[in-house]
């Protein structure tokens, strides 16, 4: 299977133009396999020949293109607060995508009733036909048991710590289609590694500013996804000293328990109780963006909270290029400046020269495209 992801993969870089030899140049895959998964793409139709003019003597090149709509993949990217699904072709254009809130979670039967409705009204409006549907990638904000296909926990959306949720086989089960369950953090550092500005960068690593705070790690090539007890990128949870806020994770001073998208509207009560109007992050940031005494002085502490998470991720992984993204993540924003400068007041500046530092140019829907792509290399 890997052999037949890397082989389209050569042939999507390739401009969708690649013969065996050249193939085998770039994928370095002995000569043989390529031959044996190549005829096998051909006859499952997923690989043409192209039409070509000999111009040499000797063994023609023959090149070989990919039929886009020979099979499909969709991805699914449950957040706290929007859920969006894209179904991809074999060329990763996205063919569909589609947006709605995230309902608050009550039990399971609501839960898997509003999926499941969500993915056949999406399906049937997409006009794909299903059999050619050949995985689904499921991320989701919080804690996902990838092992297992096991929701444990989401708790910026109500599922509690210990749900065990198996949504891997429930879906596949009502769907008929292979399901990959993913941390979101994990899909859309993938996403940025494939498709992203920075794409083919052998380090990466993702920061989420949203309703929670998340981070992604591609290292040396390769994607870090993390497991419930064996945490990667989880520096929303990471423990601030001086923070006194008890966190949806049941700790107190978790670094997302006061900068958090879903939290801050609290400090904003707690610290500006006269002016409701300011009980939003939103509103909060636009108010120390104006120069409000109080609403500067909390987003201040919000950002210098963010930069120790995003800092030590710096130091742990050394990353090639620092990618932001989520509904913090605004160019003129306060937060968003006052984080990045506290960062490079934290890391040295020998540290800050060898990386970038850049906003996501794949939007809303890159944990989609990341879960998609994931399903694209289980199951193809």
């Known amino acids: 299977?890997?052999?037949r992801v890397s082989i389209l993969d050569a042939v999507r870089e390739g401009k969708n133009s690649f013969s065996k030899k050249e193939i085998a140049q770039a994928t370095k895959i002995p000569w043989g396999t390529v031959c044996k998964c190549v005829d096998s793409l051909l006859k499952e139709e997923?690989?043409?020949?192209?039409?070509?003019?000999?111009?040499?003597?000797?063994?023609?090149?023959?090149?070989?293109?990919?039929?886009?709509?020979?099979?499909?993949?969709?991805?699914?990217?449950?957040?706290a607060s929007s859920t969006r699904l894209v179904f991809c072709d074999l060329l990763f254009n996205v063919k569909y995508r589609h947006e709605i809130?995230?309902?608050?979670?009550?039990?399971?039967?609501?839960?898997?009733?509003?999926?499941?409705?969500?993915?056949?009204?999406?399906?049937?409006?997409?006009?794909?036909?299903?059999?050619?549907?050949?995985?689904?990638?499921?991320?989701?904000?919080?804690?996902?048991?990838?092992?297992?296909?096991?929701?444990?926990?989401g708790r910026n959306w109500g599922v509690k710590w210990?749900?065990?949720?198996?949504?891997?086989?429930?879906?596949?089960?009502?769907?008929?289609?292979?399901?990959?369950?993913?941390?979101?953090t994990a899909a859309g550092v993938l996403a940025e590694y494939h498709f992203g500005k920075w794409k083919g960068?052998?380090?990466?690593?993702?920061?989420?500013?949203?309703?929670?705070?998340?981070?992604?790690?591609?290292?040396?090539?390769?994607?870090?996804?993390?497991?419930?007890?064996?945490?990667?990128?989880?520096?929303?949870?990471?423990?601030?000293?001086?923070?006194?806020?008890?966190?949806?994770?049941?700790?107190?001073?978790?670094?997302?328990?006061?900068?958090?998208?879903?939290y801050l509207p609290l400090i904003g009560k707690e610290e500006i109780p006269e002016q409701p109007e300011l009980h939003s992050a939103a509103a909060l940031d636009l108010a120390a963006a104006s120069g409000h005494a109080k609403a500067v002085a909390i987003m201040k502490k919000a950002a210098s909270y963010n930069a120790v998470g995003i800092a030590s991720m710096i130091q742990l992984y050394g990353p090639d290029v620092l990618i932001f993204y989520g509904g913090q993540c605004k160019k003129d924003g306060f937060l968003f400046n006052q984080t990045l400068k506290h960062v490079r007041e934290i890391l040295p500046q020998e540290r800050l020269n060898l990386f970038e530092i850049g906003l996501t140019t794949l939007g809303d829907y890159q944990a989609a495209m990341g879960a998609a792509r994931l399903a694209y290399e289980r199951f193809f």
Not at 49 to 56: A, G, Q, Y
Not at 167 to 184: K, M, N, Q, R
Not at 211 to 239: F, K, V, W
């Open 1 to 3: 299977m890997r052999n």
């Open 46 to 79: 997923h690989l043409f020949i192209r039409r070509f003019e000999p111009t040499k003597r000797g063994r023609p090149m023959i090149p070989m293109g990919i039929d886009p709509d020979s099979a499909f993949f969709a991805g699914f990217d449950v957040g």
């Open 201 to 262: 960068y052998s380090n990466i690593v993702t920061v989420g500013l949203g309703a929670g705070i998340g981070s992604g790690i591609i290292s040396n090539g390769e994607l870090l996804i993390t497991q419930p007890h064996r945490p990667i990128g989880y520096i929303g949870h990471m423990l601030i000293p001086d923070n006194n806020h008890i966190c949806s994770c049941g700790f107190k001073g978790c670094l997302e328990s006061y900068s958090g998208g879903i």
């Open 101 to 153: 809130r995230t309902p608050y979670y009550k039990n399971n039967s609501a839960f898997f009733k509003w999926v499941l409705k969500m993915f056949s009204d999406s399906l049937k409006e997409a006009g794909i036909d299903k059999k050619k549907l050949m995985g689904i990638g499921f991320s989701m904000s919080g804690n996902v048991d990838t092992e297992r296909g096991i929701l444990v926990s």
């Open 162 to 184: 210990g749900a065990n949720i198996p949504v891997a086989d429930i879906l596949s089960e009502h769907t008929g289609i292979p399901v990959f369950a993913v941390p979101a």
